[in-house]
């Protein structure tokens, strides 16, 4: 499996940007898709993941750190296999190396999820 991020870059302060990532391969089933980030010196941490719903009748379930709720918004194509991560009103404590990850069963694989992770953007905002 592949995972590819894009959308990076260089944004000042109250500024938005949207990643996006893809995952291709032989992907049998995709769970959930989420984004990481690390700082200079600090651990990688999560910002915000989406799982799929097994049911028509609820939505996908979202997750975000509590530093980003109500500024970031994550979606997902579960068609394409794709999400994106929205950043709106950025703060130079946003600026990190952003990293997809995907929790997937491949196909004629194992019946476990394994998580897999694309290389990182970088995103820096400037005050």
């Known amino acids: 499996v592949q995972v590819v991020e894009s959308g990076g870059g260089l944004v000042q302060t109250g500024g938005s940007l949207r990643l996006s990532c893809a995952a291709s391969?032989?992907?049998?089933?995709?769970?959930?898709l989420g984004w990481y980030r690390q700082a200079p010196g600090k651990q990688r941490e999560l910002v915000a993941a989406?799982?799929?719903?097994?049911?028509?009748?609820?939505?996908?379930?979202?997750n975000y750190a509590e530093s980003v709720k109500g500024r970031f918004t994550i979606g997902r194509d579960n068609a394409k296999n794709t999400v994106y991560l929205q950043m709106d009103s950025l703060k130079p404590e946003d600026t990190a190396v952003y990293y997809c990850?995907?929790?997937?069963?491949?196909?004629?694989?194992?019946?476990?999820?394994?998580?897999?992770w694309g290389q990182g953007t970088q995103v820096t905002v400037s005050s």
């Open positions: 990850v995907c929790s997937a069963r491949v196909t004629g694989g194992s019946p476990w999820y394994s998580d897999y």
């Open positions: 989406i799982t799929s719903s097994t049911s028509t009748n609820y939505a996908d379930s979202t």
């Open positions: 391969g032989r992907i049998f089933r995709v769970n959930t």
